[in-house]
């Protein structure tokens, strides 16, 4: 099942399901259904799949990111977060920080928690994922270069777009499949097989520090070809077995 969350024409919230049709994915195409209604997806607001009380993101979980950007490996998951006023949906247009020179697109694999959890063994870690989703980490590199909190690089409105779905583990396979277009250009192609934390290390890891509460996101780290952002620019993430998270960038004047 592929979980949706949306606001319908009469501006009822609803969560419901993303219903695909033969050659469609969630985000392009198909049909959403609630309460035996069914929706089309162009004529409704797509929201955020979870309210998160917050993100936990990891950095250089891939070793080609960590080449491209000339740093080490960490020997342990780095973390930092995201607040809630980072979320943004599917199709929203997302308004960049003024007068920075580089902010670039990221596209992650979301791990979407489905209880909370604190202390959590790897061999129990996956009994707590409630499913997964697109995440895009839009990053203000011009502050995120001069801080070490990274909040002025990683944590501005609306730096987290995820979505459109939340699809259930077993929709979701081992060697998933993690691309980015921009404007039509594939930028990024990888898949999760080449995470050098695994989900059940990077659950552990988390939650041996701080408790996960249900609808917290993982964003599991980006792979290589991270680039910047201009304005009008269009992003495109696509995860296999969850969907297709599309939103707009406006840089202002």
């Not at 779905?165 to 990024?188: C, F, K, T, Y």
């Amino acid at each position: 099942m592929k979980r949706v969350r949306f606001r319908d024409p009469s501006g009822s919230v609803r969560t419901g399901q993303w219903l695909e049709r033969e050659g469609e994915t969630a985000g392009d195409g198909g049909v959403l259904t609630f309460a035996d209604r069914e929706y089309d997806p162009a004529d409704v607001d797509i929201l955020p799949p979870v309210d998160p009380s917050k993100i936990v993101c990891i950095g250089r979980n891939y070793a080609d990111h960590a080449d491209e950007m000339g740093s080490e490996v960490p020997d342990r998951p780095l973390l930092f977060l995201k607040p809630p006023n980072a979320v943004a949906s599917h199709g929203s247009d997302v308004r960049l920080p003024e007068g920075k020179d580089r902010i670039d697109y990221e596209a992650e694999l979301g791990v979407v928690i489905g209880q909370q959890c604190r202390n959590v063994d790897q061999s129990e870690a996956m009994e707590y994922v409630d499913g997964f989703t697109c995440v895009v980490d839009l990053s203000n590199r011009d502050d995120q270069r001069k801080e070490q909190n990274w909040v002025r690089g990683k944590a501005f409105d609306n730096a987290a777009p995820l979505g459109p779905v939340v699809a259930d583990p077993e929709h979701v396979p081992a060697d998933a499949s993690i691309d980015l277009w921009l404007n039509g250009e594939n930028r990024q192609s990888s898949t999760r097989e080449h995470l050098i934390f695994s989900i059940p290390e990077l659950i552990a890891e988390i939650t041996s520090y701080l408790t996960l509460e249900p609808g917290d996101v993982i964003a599991t780290g980006t792979p290589e070809g991270v680039g910047p952002l201009s304005d009008g620019d269009t992003v495109t993430v696509e995860i296999g077995g969850v969907g297709r998270l599309e939103h707009t960038v406006t840089v202002p004047n």
